[in-house]
């Protein structure tokens, strides 16, 4: 029995590039001021790439799809905890969706589409980065006429 069979370095691979990529929009996060960053992110990545790589066990066979589902159910919970009601306004959207996108992120290195979630990572660190540095949601409520008095009377 090999300790590091070639089955074992593609899974410390997948492993090693859903932590990175979860490092990646953890630190973006944390530079942002949010709660959840690198240490939140890089867990949820990983354990979703492993859950993944676990549901591909042919023990689990026909289950795939169920178990990657419930990870995707655990994840909303997960994100619907970081959503708080302040007042007029909601706080965490942003940081459930990212979390959210992560965990797609992370099903797809489990399944072995690197080059998906590599892009996937480097788009929601675009949007992520860019939408908060150019403050677009703000841009774009002045550009629509939107104004949070008038949503509040209806």
């Not at 932590?19 to 690198?38: H, N, Q, S, T, W």
């Not at 992370?106 to 072995?112: E, L, Y």
């Not at 990572?121 to 992520?128: E, I, Q, R």
């Amino acid at each position: 029995m090999d300790f590091l069979g070639p089955i074992d370095i593609e899974i410390l691979i997948k492993i090693i590039l859903a932590f990175f990529l979860g490092i990646v929009i953890g630190i973006e996060r944390e530079f942002a001021g949010k709660e959840a960053g690198p240490r939140t992110y890089s867990m949820v990545t990983v354990g979703v790439t492993l859950f993944t790589i676990l549901s591909l066990d042919s023990r689990f066979a026909g289950e795939n799809a169920r178990i990657i589902a419930q990870i995707i159910t655990g994840i909303g919970f997960l994100g619907a905890g970081l959503i708080i009601f302040h007042g007029s306004k909601v706080h965490g959207l942003a940081t459930a969706a990212s979390i959210w996108i992560m965990a797609a992120i992370g099903i797809a290195v489990g399944m072995g589409y690197y080059a998906v979630a590599v892009f996937s990572t480097t788009v929601a660190l675009f949007v992520l980065y860019v939408f908060r540095k150019f403050d677009f949601d703000e841009r774009l409520h002045k550009i629509s006429g939107y104004k949070e008095e008038d949503h509040l009377r209806k």
